[in-house]
């Protein structure tokens, strides 16, 4: 139940008409609309490299478990076609959908090409129902792009997200005042947008697991153990009173580069990172833009990220300054380079220990870790083979044998393992051939 103060809280707020559009898998359907080869084929968007990830998956790829921001060399596995991303055909075809949107008002807030809020209270066409409104803009949008626009209607930003969600792949569905607190306290904690896994469990730990829980906990409850996620204390009641902002001021700058080989020496980061600073640099001075707050993120081979964060007191005036500011923060790399040395160890020791409990399959997962972190290290090599040789795998065996051999040519144990997997095949002479064995 809410108390009396929140339901005038509720009332005041449910006069909005907001509405949420988002076309899901927007990368992938326009691939498969360019190409009718596609259609009914399970598609990812994205960068086909091994250190590349997935921009976008179609519905039929994620019923493969295929979905964005996974690690493209995983979904190769899965998926059977990968298609190189056309930015510039996206950024048309966004282009042409928010000319559709701007016919009906023009509070539009963009959160990404294939994704805005509308404020349709006062519509420029004079339509009465934002239901009507969003159907609409979806016909228009199939019309003139081929494409299918979900959308989600309601009095606030949460709940129309939540509602376009509730429809998709092509469907709209409305979240009407009355129904608001009810939806919301249904909903697991980790359905709420901006509640990850690490903020979920957080809530967990407190017992909170929907939104009900939510609702039943004190605003000052919420805010000394959860901090900004007491934020949902409102939430939990429907309430979000968020305005749909047109030409959002962009709070951040960033710039990345994924590189085909690890970098492991700080002077080669250092180099890397030079240019990094100038992209960054340059836009600040083209948009006349400043900003207190530096980070710097480093990413490992296998997809683990950290960061580190560094505010002054003042705008940071030049590049020097940026570059200044970064060099304080430069510990980061020796914070990655330390961290990726107890991966790979904790990585070892983990497959060491999987093997000799005779889990073979989590033994060769494990050194396959270490591999990826440390691919200039002979010893995961030379133990996954003896892994592999457990499952009688001796092609394995012998691939990663003569991988660790090039990479420390006197490491005996490797050519011993080898020269079993070729016995196992019965290629005696090259059994022989290795001198240890």
Known sequence: MLSSEQETDL???????IIHIDMEAFYASVEQRDNPNLCGKPVAVGGSAERGVVAAASYEARKFGVRSAMQSITAERQCLVFVKPRCEVYKAISL????????????????SLDEAYLDVTENLQGIPLARDVALRIREKIKAETGLNAPAGISYNKFLAKLASDHRKPNGQYVIAPEMGPNFVEKLPVGKFHGIGPTTAAKFNAFGIWTGLDIRNQSLAFLQENLGKSGTYYWISRGIDE????ANRVRKSVGAENTFFSDLTEFDAMVAELQPLIDKVWRHCETVR?????????????DFEIITRSRSVSSAVATRADLAVV???MSRIIDDASEQMAERVEAFKNRGRGSFNRKDYDRAIADYGQAVKLSPKDAWPFAHRCEAYE???????????????IRIDPPYGWAYNNRGVAYYGLHEYDAALADPYW
């Open 11 to 17: 009332a005041r707020a449910s006069h909005r008409k």
């Open 96 to 111: 042409q959908i928010r000319e559709i949107l701007a016919e009906h008002t023009v509070i539009i807030e963009p959160l």
């Open 242 to 245: 968020r305005l749909v902002r």
């Open 289 to 301: 833009s400043r900003g207190r707050t530096v980070t710097l993120k480093v990413k490992f081979a």
């Open 326 to 328: 970064w060099s304080d």
């Open 390 to 404: 457990s499952k009688e795998d001796h092609d394995s065996t012998i691939a990663d044998c003569t991988e660790a």
